[in-house]
C-alpha cells in the first residue's frame, strides 16, 4: 500500500529543537517530491517547503526560509522538517505530501502535532 | 507570487449541490487539483488536472476551470462531505505549489 506515514505528536518547550520524520512506503521514494505543509489551530494549509527525494533539491516559502530545515535521507525513504529553536507559534499540525513536478500532492501523511509550551 | 482566493464558507442541505469557486489570474490556463479535509483528518485528493477524479472519489465531485475561476461541485451533498476543501495549483513561474485559502462546507 502506497502511504506516508509520520512521526508522532511532540510537546516541546520554546528554544529546543526537534526533527520530525516522514516516510514512504509502496513507491519509488527517490523518484517524487515530498512537501511539508502547516496547519496553525483553526486555519488553512501553508506549504512550508518542498524537497526532491533523488537529489535533496529544495525550496523554501518564503514565510518559512530560514525558520526551519527540510532534508531527506532517501536510503530509508524518510524526509525530516527540523527546528533549532523552538517558538510557542510553532505549536500546529504538520503534514508530509508526496507529489511529482508540476502535479499536485497526491498522497498525504496523518501529520504530526507539534505542540511548543513553557 | 500567485494568489488563490476561496470563499470562507458554503451551506447546503443534504441532497442539493455545493458549488466551491477557486479564484486566480488566468488561473484556465493552469492545472488545479482540489482535497477535501474532513474534521480531525488529513486532507485528501478529490479532483486533478482540473476534472479528473482519483480511484475511490465518488462521481458526485466534479470540477472545472476558466478564466479566472476554477471550480468544485458536489453533487448530491451527504453528511460526510462535511469539510474544508482547498483548491491547488503550480507556480511555474517560481516553481512551489500554491494553496488556496480553503472553503468549509457546512451541511446543513
Known amino acids: 500500500e502506497v502511504q506516508l506515514v509520520q512521526s508522532g505528536a511532540e510537546v516541546k518547550k520554546p528554544g529546543d529543537s526537534l526533527k520530525i520524520s516522514c516516510k514512504g512506503f509502496g513507491y519509488r521514494f527517490s523518484s517524487y517530491w515530498i512537501g511539508w505543509v502547516r496547519q496553525m489551530p483553526g486555519k488553512g494549509l501553508e506549504w512550508m517547503g518542498i524537497?526532491?527525494?533523488?537529489?535533496?533539491?529544495?525550496r523554501y516559502s518564503p514565510p518559512f526560509q530560514g525558520q526551519v530545515t527540510i532534508s531527506v535521507d532517501k536510503s530509508i525513504s524518510t524526509a525530516y522538517l527540523q527546528w533549532t529553536s523552538l517558538k510557542a507559534a510553532d505549536t500546529a499540525m504538520y503534514y508530509c505530501?508526496?507529489?511529482?513536478?508540476?502535479?499536485?500532492?497526491?498522497?498525504w501523511g496523518q501529520g504530526t502535532l507539534v505542540t511548543v509550551s513553557s | 507570487s500567485y494568489v488563490l482566493t476561496q470563499s470562507p464558507s458554503v451551506s447546503v442541505a443534504p441532497g442539493q449541490t455545493a458549488t466551491i469557486t477557486c479564484g486566480g489570474n488566468n488561473i484556465g490556463r493552469k492545472r488545479v487539483s482540489w482535497c477535501q479535509q474532513r474534521p480531525g483528518q488529513a486532507p485528501v485528493l478529490v479532483i486533478y488536472d482540473d476534472r479528473r477524479r482519483p480511484s475511490g472519489i465518488p462521481e458526485r465531485f466534479s470540477g472545472s476551470n476558466s478564466g479566472n475561476t476554477a471550480t468544485l461541485t458536489i453533487n448530491r451533498v451527504e453528511a460526510g462531505d462535511e469539510a474544508d476543501y482547498y483548491c491547488q495549483v503550480w507556480d511555474e513561474t517560481n516553481e512551489h505549489p500554491v494553496l488556496g485559502t480553503g472553503t468549509k462546507v457546512t451541511v446543513l
Open positions: 505530501a508526496k507529489f511529482d513536478y508540476g502535479d499536485p500532492f497526491d498522497l
Open positions: 524537497i526532491y527525494a533523488g537529489d535533496s533539491e529544495t
